[in-house]
């Protein structure tokens, strides 16, 4: 029954009363977080909490897109989502991470803007390909003793690496991460903020559900990977003339020093990675939209010529400020919350950390203020309309909504 009303909601584009039906369901589960089924098992707040991450996307989504198929690729999207936070088995869990390729790829293929976009596709179903499938052969090498998401099973090196290679493909970890500015660049507004605020979630989502296997030895690995990946990616932001570009690759960056703190397995990083899954999520999706709405007006997305917001919309340029001012770690935000927290580990544990630590925010700060002055200066006029660009309020009240530390702590 609950299927044929999922079906209705989609195909006669009730966007609004899907969108409320998913708000009850995820207020239930905060309500029972010990709540399980056969197909759904809701054991803790963090899944819980990015599932109302994706509803809050998907509500800016409804009321800024005007295609009634992307808000239908939005919507089952994010229904995919749901069902890999609260998965009842491994395999579902796998085939869940699968299938929410399909409607990204929709998006890119049939609303992307140049022709290149067949090349973005291919990237992404090559590396999902190529990361993913080895995923089978662990479980079938362990015996169908993986049935449930939370496993305490003993892998060699090389098994736990190939298991964890299918979940790092969407984390992205540098390296393995070539395929997402491509991927940005040629998708819409919609599909570039569905990606970072939701995809790039499912990848740190599964390496949660794993991180059990590791035993406080094979990290070395991974660790050595986020803390290059995270310089890097940092490196490459400086000298992005693409605004989209910029933010993508400034998500790898962020995901890497993600990485680099959950990879400690202290109690600490690990409630710092949370919260910085769940401001990574907000500041990323609002990223792309004040990037798209710039690009819709404009036609541009070159970071040189995008300057005036302050002259164009007063509102534009508040919103834009506040967001790459978040994006930077600027108090009181989540992102400052969850990176301080982190930099005491850091420093607790590895010998010059404050260091590593001071160059990653050193670099994240001055392409996020290089960025964040240049547009809001200047004297030239965007036609913006305000009720467009205060769509992405509740989002920015949810980026610096620190009740959810509470929670988590």
């Known amino acids: 029954m609950v299927a044929w009303l999922l079906l209705s909601l989609y195909f006669f584009d009730w966007s609004e009363y899907f969108l409320l039906l998913m708000v009850v369901l995820g207020v239930f589960m905060m309500s029972f977080v010990g709540w399980s089924g056969l197909f759904f098992v809701s054991d803790s707040y963090t899944y819980v909490l990015l599932v109302i991450m994706s509803l809050f996307i998907l509500g800016v989504v409804v009321m800024s897109e005007s295609s009634k198929v992307l808000r239908i690729l939005s919507s089952i999207l994010v229904v995919v989502c749901f069902c890999f936070f609260v998965p009842g088995s491994m395999l579902m869990l796998y085939m869940f991470f699968e299938l929410s390729i399909f409607p990204i790829v929709v998006m890119i293929l049939g609303y ?19 990361c993913s499938f080895p995923f089978l052969f662990i ?4 015996l169908f003793l993986m049935n449930f998401v939370y496993f305490d099973l003993v892998f060699s090196w090389e098994m736990l690496f190939v298991l964890t290679l299918s979940f790092m493909m969407k984390f992205p970890v540098f390296f393995l991460h070539l395929w997402l500015p491509k991927a940005h660049v040629e998708a819409p507004t919609t599909a570039s903020m569905l990606l970072a605020g939701l995809l790039l979630k499912l990848g740190t989502a599964g390496f949660l559900r794993v991180m059990k296997c ?15 990946g995270m310089l ?7 000298f992005q003339s693409d605004a989209k570009s910029l933010a993508a690759y400034s998500s790898v960056s962020h995901m890497s020093f993600l990485l680099l703190s959950l990879i400690f397995l202290w109690c600490g990083s690990k409630t710092s990675g949370f919260v910085m899954m769940l401001s990574h999520g907000y500041i990323s999706t609002l990223m792309f939209y004040m990037v798209g709405e710039y690009f819709h007006v404009s036609g541009s997305r070159l970071v040189y010529y995008m300057n005036g917001f302050f002259c164009s919309s007063l509102l534009l340029g508040i919103l834009f400020s506040v967001v790459f001012l978040a994006n930077s770690g600027v108090p009181p935000s989540l992102s400052f919350l969850a990176e301080f927290m982190s930099i005491g580990v850091f420093m607790s544990l590895l010998k010059g950390g404050f260091w590593l630590v001071f160059l990653y925010f050193f670099l994240n700060f001055y392409y996020s203020v290089y960025f964040l002055t240049n547009a809001v200066m200047g004297k030239s006029y965007l036609d913006v309309m305000s009720m467009i660009v205060g769509f992405s309020i509740p989002l920015v ?3 610096y909504n620190i009740v959810w530390f509470s929670v988590l702590v």
């Open 214 to 228: 590791f035993y406080y030895v094979h990290v070395g690995f991974w660790w050595a990977l986020g803390a290059v």
């Open 112 to 130: 992307g803007y140049q022709i290149e976009k067949i090349s973005s596709a291919y990237y992404l179903l090559f590396y999902a390909a190529f």
């Open 139 to 142: 479980y079938f090498k362990s």
């Open 232 to 238: 890097m990616a940092s490196i490459s932001c400086i």
């Open 397 to 399: 009240v949810m980026m």
